[in-house]
């Protein structure tokens, strides 16, 4: 019997010095990532390596947000320049289509809606841009959500049901809005009082006051019932019930403040942030949330084999060659060596569980992980 370092973080590869994003293809062979800068880079896996095969050059500022659509294998992407580019693959090239979005400050997130006939762009404006494609007139246009933000938009996600979006502003709040267009989304709007919350465009479903600080990522459960986000306050706030009374509790962290978060299942979240190492939650029988532990915490097992796959290969694998931290600096001891702030998951097979998902961070590096070989975790799987 082998006795192994069973790692949550499988793989990870160094692709710059610095990641503001990153994004997967829908067949996950390709992996498009901003190195700091006005360029998005793709990477494709040739021959158990990763080679940049294209450069999209259309923006004069940071890009802070990258999105692949799943269902359409379009890239949409905003920068510090107040732009948004939607790239089409046309051959051998990615031809850019400038998206009409009226901001008088940055853009700052952007997210395909899960139908991918939409988008929502946060920005410096205090502004939602809701875009979608106008066949009359062969390009991408916008609608507005004004006059609700106090400050910037950090961080949009969308509702499984294509038609709610969920916000988070430096103005500290979480916010829910219909984003229902006419011609766009099936059927008609419905009334909140009806049992459904959709709703006309722009019209807000709820506020939710639970942060006293900067608020950033947001994200829905994989039924669309609950959804969590974090505050720069050092803490996670977890909703069910959304609507006119909603079910709030949150939980503070010892460490630093957490960036993004993402559901693994209904019972499972990961938050990722300052603290370098992806922090796990989980909901007990009652529905009451807690901080379980550290990913990247270091797990002895008996085991006879090795995950590998062409895949993971080309990352370069990952056992136990991280950091060895100390007890008091726990959190900072992992595979990512700065801050993380994107948090994406991975392709599930149809009827299959999500169980891996990657990360990038101001270190350049983006990590797979997997929580396959977590045994205490798969119980919220």
Same mark, same amino acid.
């Given at each position: 019997?082998?006795?192994?370092?069973?790692?949550?973080?499988?793989?990870?590869?160094?692709?710059?010095?610095?990641?503001?994003?990153?994004?997967?293809?829908?067949?996950?062979?390709?992996?498009?990532?901003?190195?700091?800068?006005?360029?998005?880079?793709?990477?494709?896996?040739?021959?158990?390596?990763?080679?940049?095969?294209?450069?999209? &050059?259309?923006?004069? &500022?940071?890009?802070?947000?990258?999105?692949?659509?799943?269902?359409?294998?379009?890239?949409?992407?905003?920068?510090?320049?107040?732009?948004?580019?939607?790239?089409?693959?046309?051959?051998?090239? =990615?031809?850019?289509?400038?998206?009409?979005?009226?901001?008088?400050?940055?853009?700052?997130?952007?997210?395909?809606?899960?139908?991918?006939?939409?988008?929502?762009?946060?920005?410096?404006?205090?502004?939602?841009?809701?875009?979608?494609?106008? &066949?009359?007139?062969?390009?991408?246009?916008?609608?507005?959500?004004?006059?609700?933000?106090?400050?910037?938009?950090?961080?949009?996600?969308?509702?499984?049901?294509?038609?709610?979006?969920?916000?988070?502003?430096?103005?500290?709040?979480?916010?829910?809005?219909?984003?229902?267009?006419?011609?766009?989304?099936?059927?008609?709007?419905?009334?909140?009082?009806?049992?459904?919350?959709?709703?006309?465009?722009?019209?807000?479903?709820?506020?939710?006051?639970?942060?006293?600080? =900067?608020?950033?990522?947001?994200? =829905?459960?994989?039924?669309?019932?609950?959804?969590?986000?974090?505050?720069?306050?050092?803490?996670?706030?977890?909703?069910?019930?959304?609507?006119?009374?909603?079910?709030?509790?949150?939980?503070?962290?010892?460490?630093?403040?957490?960036?993004?978060?993402?559901?693994?299942?209904?019972?499972?979240?990961?938050?990722?942030?300052?603290?370098?190492?992806?922090?796990? #939650?989980?909901?007990?029988?009652?529905?009451?949330?807690?901080?379980?532990?550290?990913?990247?915490?270091?797990?002895?097992?008996?085991?006879?084999?090795?995950?590998?796959? &062409? #895949?993971?290969?080309?990352?370069?694998?990952?056992?136990?060659?991280?950091?060895?931290?100390?007890?008091?600096?726990?959190?900072?001891?992992?595979?990512?060596?700065?801050?993380?702030?994107?948090?994406?998951?991975?392709?599930?097979?149809?009827?299959?569980?999500?169980?891996?998902?990657?990360?990038?961070?101001?270190?350049?590096?983006?990590?797979?992980?997997?929580?396959?070989?977590?045994?205490?975790?798969?119980?919220?799987?």
């Amino acid at each position: 019997m082998i006795t192994l370092i069973e790692m949550a973080a499988i793989a990870f590869h160094q692709f710059a010095d610095c990641i503001t994003c990153h994004a997967w293809s829908p067949d996950q062979s390709m992996l498009a990532l901003c190195p700091n800068n006005n360029e998005v880079h793709i990477y494709k896996l040739v021959e158990e390596s990763w080679e940049r095969i294209h450069v999209l &050059q259309k923006h004069d &500022q940071i890009i802070v947000g990258i999105d692949w659509s799943k269902s359409s294998n379009r890239i949409v992407t905003v920068s510090h320049d107040r732009n948004s580019y939607v790239w089409n693959e046309e051959g051998s090239l =990615w031809v850019p289509t400038l998206v009409i979005l009226r901001l008088n400050r940055a853009a700052l997130c952007v997210q395909w809606s899960p139908k991918g006939n939409k988008f929502a762009v946060g920005s410096g404006a205090k502004t939602v841009c809701i875009c979608y494609y106008e &066949q009359e007139n062969n390009w991408w246009v916008s609608k507005l959500i004004r006059k609700r933000h106090d400050s910037s938009v950090t961080s949009v996600a969308w509702h499984p049901n294509n038609v709610l979006i969920a916000t988070t502003s430096t103005d500290g709040k979480c916010r829910v809005f219909s984003t229902f267009i006419k011609g766009v989304d099936a059927g008609k709007p419905k009334k909140s009082g009806s049992g459904s919350l959709d709703a006309k465009f722009g019209e807000q479903i709820v506020q939710l006051d639970l942060s006293y600080c =900067w608020a950033f990522g947001v994200k =829905w459960s994989p039924s669309g019932n609950s959804l969590a986000y974090v505050g720069h306050n050092s803490m996670i706030y977890f909703v069910d019930q959304i609507g006119p009374s909603p079910l709030a509790q949150s939980v503070t962290l010892r460490d630093l403040p957490l960036r993004d978060v993402m559901f693994v299942s209904e019972k499972l979240v990961i938050g990722a942030g300052f603290d370098c190492n992806p922090m796990v #939650f989980a909901a007990d029988g009652t529905g009451l949330w807690s901080f379980v532990r550290y990913l990247d915490e270091k797990k002895t097992t008996s085991s006879s084999g090795r995950y590998g796959s &062409q #895949f993971t290969e080309a990352f370069g694998k990952f056992y136990g060659s991280s950091k060895q931290g100390t007890s008091n600096d726990k959190g900072r001891a992992g595979v990512h060596d700065n801050c993380i702030t994107c948090i994406v998951p991975l392709k599930k097979s149809e009827g299959t569980k999500l169980t891996s998902f990657s990360t990038s961070g101001l270190d350049g590096k983006v990590v797979i992980w997997d929580l396959k070989s977590q045994e205490d975790l798969l119980e919220y799987l």
